[in-house]
C-alpha cells in the first residue's frame, strides 16, 4: 500500500521460526492491523497462528526499549553484570558455533581459492573453454563472496560496550521508528497465546533480541532498590 512498516521482517514465530506477515485492509485502522505466523497461512495444521496486533508490539517494544535503556544509562555498572552472567553460558555456546562456522567458512574459503586458480590455469592451457570458465567462475565467486560475508557477521563479537553506544546516542526515545527498531532490536518473537488459568483472559508474550546482548530479563522498581 506504498509504505513499508516499521516493524517489517523483524517479527518471528517463536515455535517453527517463519516470519510474520503483516494483515491489513483498506480502511482499516492501525488498531485492527495484525500479524500472523507464514507457516500457518501457507501451510495447513504447519503451524498455529501466533496472531498479535501491530499495536501490542509497539506499545510492549516501546515499554521494553525504554526500561533497558534507562537502566544501562542510571545502572551502568549493574547492566553489565547482568549481561554478562544472564548471557555467559549462552555467549559460549554461541561462540562455539561461531568459531565452528568461522573455521568451516574459511577452510571452504581456501579450497575455493585452490579450484579457482585450477580453473584459471586449465583455461589459460585451452582445456576449457572461456565460456564455462566465466560461467564456473562467476559461480565459485558468487559463493565466496556469501561466505565471506557470513565470516564477516561471526566475527562480530556480542559485546555490552556496543549496546551502551546506542543508548547514548539515543538519550530520549519517546515513540519508535523504523530506524531506532533496526539499531535496537536484532529479532522479536511471538509466542502463541495462552490462556490464563481460571479466567477467560489470554496472556500473549513477546521475546525481544537486543542487538549485541541478546534476550536480557530487566529488574523492576523493586528489585533495584532492594
Given at each position: 500500500m506504498g509504505e513499508m512498516p516499521i516493524l517489517s521482517g523483524m517479527l518471528f514465530c517463536a515455535d517453527c521460526g517463519a516470519k510474520l506477515y503483516r494483515v491489513r485492509a483498506k480502511g482499516w485502522t492501525h488498531e485492527q492491523e495484525h500479524l500472523l505466523c507464514a507457516t500457518c497461512h501457507k501451510i495447513k495444521g504447519g503451524c498455529t497462528s501466533h496472531q498479535i496486533h501491530n499495536v501490542q508490539v509497539e506499545e510492549i517494544l516501546l515499554r521494553e526499549l525504554k526500561r533497558v535503556t534507562s537502566y544501562a544509562r542510571e545502572h551502568e555498572e549493574d547492566f553489565v553484570q547482568l549481561v554478562t552472567r544472564k548471557s555467559e553460558?549462552?555467549?559460549?555456546?554461541?561462540?562455539r558455533d561461531s568459531n565452528r562456522e568461522l573455521a568451516q567458512?574459511?577452510?571452504?574459503?581456501?579450497?575455493?581459492?585452490?579450484?579457482?586458480?585450477?580453473?584459471?590455469?586449465?583455461?589459460?592451457a585451452g582445456k576449457i573453454s572461456d565460456e564455462r570458465y566465466t560461467r564456473i567462475s562467476a559461480s565459485y565467486e558468487t559463493e565466496q563472496k556469501q561466505l565471506e560475508t557470513r565470516k564477516s557477521a561471526k566475527e562480530q563479537r556480542l559485546n555490552t560496550d556496543s549496546f551502551l553506544g546506542m543508548v547514548r546516542k539515543y538519550t530520549d526515545i519517546s515513540e519508535l521508528s523504523a530506524e531506532i527498531i533496526r539499531s535496537f532490536v536484532e529479532r522479536i518473537e511471538v509466542l502463541q497465546t495462552e490462556k490464563i488459568p481460571g479466567t477467560r483472559t489470554k496472556k500473549q508474550t513477546i521475546v525481544i533480541y537486543w542487538n549485541f546482548i541478546g534476550a536480557v530479563e530487566i529488574p523492576d522498581e523493586q528489585e533495584k532498590t532492594a
Open positions: 553460558k549462552e555467549l559460549n555456546r554461541q561462540l567458512a574459511e577452510a571452504r574459503i581456501g579450497k575455493l581459492d585452490v579450484i579457482m586458480q585450477r580453473f584459471y590455469e586449465d583455461n589459460v
